[in-house]
C-alpha cells in the first residue's frame, strides 16, 4: 500500500538556522508530490507542488524541495527560518496512475525568536 | 476568486444531537474531499467525491457519519448521534482532479460535549 513518512514530528529551531524536513514515499509508479503548511488556527495551504522536470522545486516565502527518485524523498528546506515560519508541515503524494494524495502525519516546526 | 467556503466555523453541542457540517467547492472542481483532524491521529481523509459521486468512504469512521453531494456546489457531512470523541476539525477541500493540489476551507471547529 501507498505511505508517506515525515521523519519528525516535532522540531524546534532559533531564527536564522537552516531547515530541512523529511518526506519519504512508497509507490513504484509516477508522483506527484505536495508540501502543505497549516499556520496556527489555520486551514492547509499549498506550500510547493512537484510534477515533473526540475527535481529542485521553489516555492512560496523562501522554501525549496528536492525530489529525489532513487530515495523516493522530497524534503523540503529553508535555508533561515523566520520566527513567522512556525506552523505544521505537511508532505503528500499523489499518484498519476490514479490514487488517492495521501498526507504525512506533519512536522511542528517551532522557531523560537 | 472564493476559496472552499465552509459552515459553521465552530460548532458545539451536546452529545447525541445531529450535527451537520456544509461545504462549498471552487467552482469548476471535480474533487471533493472531506478530512478530520486531532491532535492524537492527525490529518485523516474521511471521504471523497468525484462528480458529485462518493468514490472513497473507507475513512469513515462509523455509521454514524455520513456524507453527500447533491450538486457541484454543495457538500455535507452529516454526524448522527455526535459523540464526545468527534470532537475535532473537519476540513473540505476541493481539487481539479485528484492528483491536483487541494484548495482547503477554514475548517469547522466541532466540540460535542
Known amino acids: 500500500a501507498q505511505s508517506v513518512s515525515q521523519h519528525n514530528h516535532h522540531v524546534i529551531l532559533s531564527e536564522a538556522a537552516s531547515l530541512e524536513l523529511g518526506c519519504n514515499y512508497s509507490?513504484?509508479?509516477?508522483?506527484?508530490l505536495f508540501w502543505y503548511v497549516q499556520y496556527p488556527g489555520q486551514h492547509l495551504q499549498l506550500l510547493l507542488k512537484?510534477?515533473?522536470?526540475?527535481?529542485l522545486v521553489k516555492g512560496i516565502k523562501g522554501f525549496e524541495a528536492e525530489f529525489i527518485k532513487s530515495k523516493f524523498s522530497f524534503n523540503l528546506r529553508k535555508p533561515s527560518v523566520q520566527w513567522s515560519d512556525t506552523a505544521e508541515y505537511f508532505c503528500?503524494?499523489?499518484?498519476?496512475?490514479?490514487?488517492?494524495?495521501?498526507f504525512g502525519a506533519g512536522t511542528r516546526l517551532f522557531v523560537k525568536a | 476568486d472564493a476559496g472552499v467556503i465552509q459552515s459553521p466555523r465552530h460548532e458545539v453541542t451536546e452529545m447525541g444531537q445531529e450535527v451537520t457540517l456544509r461545504c462549498k467547492p471552487i467552482?469548476?472542481?471535480?474533487?471533493l474531499f472531506w478530512y478530520r483532524q486531532t491532535m492524537m491521529r492527525g490529518l485523516e481523509l474521511l471521504i471523497y467525491?468525484?462528480?458529485?459521486?462518493?468514490?472513497?468512504d473507507s475513512g469513515m469512521p462509523e455509521d454514524r457519519f455520513s456524507a453527500k453531494m447533491p450538486n457541484a456546489s454543495f457538500s455535507t457531512l452529516k454526524i448522527q448521534p455526535s459523540e464526545p470523541r468527534d470532537s475535532a476539525v473537519y476540513f473540505c477541500?476541493?481539487?481539479?482532479?485528484?492528483?491536483?493540489?487541494?484548495?482547503f476551507g477554514d475548517g469547522t471547529r466541532l466540540s460535542i460535549l
Open positions: 477541500a476541493s481539487s481539479l482532479k485528484r492528483d491536483q493540489p487541494q484548495h
Open positions: 509507490y513504484g509508479g509516477t508522483v506527484n
Open positions: 512537484y510534477f515533473s522536470g526540475d527535481p
Open positions: 503528500a503524494v499523489g499518484g498519476t496512475g490514479g490514487f488517492k494524495t495521501i
Open positions: 467552482s469548476g472542481h471535480d474533487y
Open positions: 467525491f468525484n462528480n458529485n459521486v462518493p468514490i472513497d
